[in-house]
């Protein structure tokens, strides 16, 4: 049973350019959790989706981020013209839905704007 | 105040030393907590669960005190390999499963 993947593991993004990063959960678990860690800084929560629909997105920033959690396939964390400032380390987790536990990370993509 | 705080160190202590770190947290009607460990570039892992009666998983011991809103992590007979980053993780009450992260404490242990 595969663990959270995630991928790229590092993604180089010109500022003004589209960031596409992808997360696919442990098998059966049908809900996603988004977190950026910034450098030298702790985890923040960004958005929690199960399949087709958003459930928080109230850590998500208000302009050039969105996400989604498609019927089929992984879930996507898209950032749209990228800054310096975006560049980060994005972890997504999953879980099963109805459960609170301290859940396992996918290793996570390290983004970098230049 | 941030909603979970702890002190960012690094602490450099001896192998075989025993360590303690502690962390605050704001919101009294919080539900769950954890100790993450978080090596240099890598994913955060679960360490340990916290309970009230605090519990033991062989060298660590974690404790929480809902009234003074205070969790701790002890680390009896330290390893060269537990040099890392401790993260204290709150889930607030109502909040789903969404995890509330520290700052992070830093240790390095030292031969």
């Known amino acids: 049973n595969a663990g959270v993947m995630q991928n790229p593991r590092h993604l180089v993004r010109r500022r003004g350019q589209e960031a596409r990063l992808r997360c696919s959960p442990m098998?059966?678990?049908?809900?996603v959790y988004w977190y950026r860690q910034l450098p030298e800084e702790g985890l923040k929560f960004m958005v929690y989706?199960?399949?087709?629909?958003?459930?928080?997105e109230s850590g998500m920033p208000k302009e050039r981020f969105s996400a989604e959690f498609p019927k089929e396939g992984p879930s996507i964390l898209r950032i749209q013209q990228v800054v310096r400032g975006d560049s980060a380390a994005y972890f997504c987790?999953?879980?099963?839905?109805?459960?609170?536990?301290?859940?396992?990370f996918g290793s996570g993509t390290r983004l970098t704007v230049v | 105040r941030k909603e979970v705080e702890q002190d960012p160190g690094p602490f450099n202590v001896p192998e075989g030393a025993t360590v303690a770190f502690n962390c605050t947290y704001s919101?009294?009607?919080?539900?769950?907590f954890f100790w993450y460990r978080q090596d240099c570039r890598k994913e955060p892992k679960l360490l340990m669960s916290?309970?009230?009666s605090g519990n033991e998983d062989g060298r660590f011991t974690a404790q929480l005190n809902r009234a003074s809103q205070y969790i701790s992590l002890l680390i009896r007979d330290s390893k060269l390999s537990d040099s890392a980053t401790y993260l204290c993780?709150?889930?607030?009450?109502?909040?789903?499963?969404?995890?509330?992260f520290g700052g992070g404490t830093r240790l390095m242990v030292k031969p």
């Open positions: 919101n009294s009607a919080s539900q769950s």
């Open positions: 987790a999953s879980s099963e839905p109805g459960r609170i536990y301290g859940y396992t």
């Open positions: 989706l199960q399949k087709e629909n958003i459930i928080d």
């Open positions: 098998k059966g678990h049908s809900h």
């Open positions: 993780v709150v889930i607030p009450n109502n909040a789903g499963n969404m995890l509330t």
């Open positions: 916290v309970y009230s």
